[in-house]
């Protein structure tokens, strides 16, 4: 198959009028294909995905919401979001569902206007131990806006303290309680948050980003029983299209979609919406749940080669699509190692560990996942030569040894080719 007739008639059109940006499409193909995407938050999403991106819905305007619209000529996008919808109260087993969150920081946003006022007091897990920018970071309208009071994980186990949280949740009576991590390995015990939020009277939202897909996939437990509002992206291990979306309980679905449009959001991106509901779809598929089981098993196999590798998993392991890795007693920082296994087509990002002595742009540790490596049919045989690439890139420096394991690391990639229609 030719790239024109995977990307469609269009790409034709789009090499006439702009060979720049066709140039940008095709080298990052290539990119993809050349090399190991072990950046725990991306993932390939279907061919079918990206076509329902790639058309006319993105010409639409929406504002509202099915059969509430600003606009006329919506009945085609009403279907879009409708079928999502149902899709996504199918597959999580909710009360309501909202599709239209441009992102994870958008849902996120639209839960907090839903709860809080200005200056209300937030519990939440702290960015330095695995949360989120928005999850009360200084720099971010969540820590600006809202009193955020930051729990984190033991130093010793490196698993969140739930008796702090209780502490903390005693001492501040917040009004939102959130949990959900960015750079956590470990399962998260729902119940013991919503008996937390119970006691001190706090609305429990779990941002479940990162592994909302391995619970599409019934991997891993649910937060949707536990939480009253639930938001997260959909192109992690969820392989969907980037952007977000919040689920909640019947008590908080007006509110929430009056935080999302109009406080938060002007016109929904139509095209992104029906990309979600195609990803939702293949997510319903028992394929999906071999898939995210595969995910997490590829996952474990990668730390424990890690830890052959003399690099240790924080948390002593994992139950999820990442692992962090604590780069210290290699000598290395999270900076130089991401710089390394660049250098030799591996992608992965520095990370900070808990209690980092290094500053975040430096860090002492690199996260890395599993859900791209997974679509590509790697298994956890693979994962022990993936371990060892890593190994190598932060061991040896020289450039001899470089362009072998880029060697290496291209052949492995190549026996599994992202996006092998094309
Ligand atoms: N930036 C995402 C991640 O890499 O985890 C979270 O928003």
């Known amino acids: 198959m030719t790239e024109s007739t995977f990307w469609g008639p269009d790409f034709d059109e789009l090499r006439a009028a702009d060979p720049e940006i066709a140039d940008v499409l095709v080298g990052e193909l290539a990119r993809l294909r050349r090399g190991l995407q072990l950046i725990a938050s991306e993932n390939f999403t279907s061919p079918a995905v990206l076509a329902a991106l790639g058309s006319t819905l993105s010409n639409k305007y929406a504002e509202g919401y099915p059969g509430r619209r600003y606009y006329g000529g919506c009945e085609q996008v009403d279907r879009a979001e409708e079928i999502g919808i149902a899709r996504a109260k199918q597959l999580f087993g909710c009360d309501h569902a909202n599709l239209q969150p441009h992102s994870g920081a958008s849902a996120n946003l639209a839960a907090y206007a839903a709860v809080c006022m200005p200056g209300d007091t937030v519990l939440a897990m702290s960015l330095p131990h695995g949360g989120h920018l928005t999850h009360g970071s200084k720099v971010n309208f969540s820590g600006k806006w809202f009193s955020v009071v930051p729990y984190g994980v033991r130093e010793d186990t490196e698993l969140i303290d739930y008796d702090e949280v209780r502490d903390l949740a005693r001492a501040h009576r917040p009004k939102l309680i959130i949990c959900g991590a ?241």
């Open 182 to 422: 960015t750079a956590y390995p470990r399962l998260i015990d729902f119940a013991a948050f919503r008996a937390i939020a119970d006691e001190v009277g706090a609305v429990l939202m779990v941002d479940a980003a990162h592994f909302i897909g391995l619970v599409a996939g019934q991997a891993i437990p649910s937060p949707v029983p536990y939480a009253d509002i639930v938001t997260f992206t959909t192109h992690k291990v969820l392989r969907g299209p980037r952007g977000g979306m919040v689920v909640c309980t019947s008590e908080w679905a007006q509110k929430i979609d009056k935080a999302v449009f109009p406080f938060s959001q002007g016109g929904p991106l139509m095209h992104a919406v029906a990309a979600k509901a195609v990803a939702l779809k293949e997510a319903q598929q028992p394929s999906y749940q071999t898939y995210a089981s595969q995910v997490i098993a590829n996952c474990q196999a990668l730390a424990d080669g890690l830890a052959a590798e003399g690099l240790r998993p924080v948390a002593g392991g994992t139950d999820t699509h990442l692992t962090l890795i604590d780069l210290r007693e290699a000598g290395v920082t999270g900076q130089e190692a991401e710089l390394r296994c660049g250098a030799a087509q591996i992608t992965l990002n520095k990370n900070a560990i808990p209690y980092d002595p290094q500053p975040p742009m430096v860090a002492s540790g690199i996260r890395v996942g599993t859900p791209s490596v997974t679509t590509q049919g790697m298994t956890e045989g693979d994962m022990k030569d993936v371990a060892n690439l890593i190994g190598r890139a932060i061991r040896d420096v020289d450039s001899s040894s470089t362009a072998e394991l880029t060697a290496s690391v291209e052949a492995l990639a190549g026996r599994y080719p992202a996006y092998p229609r094309i």
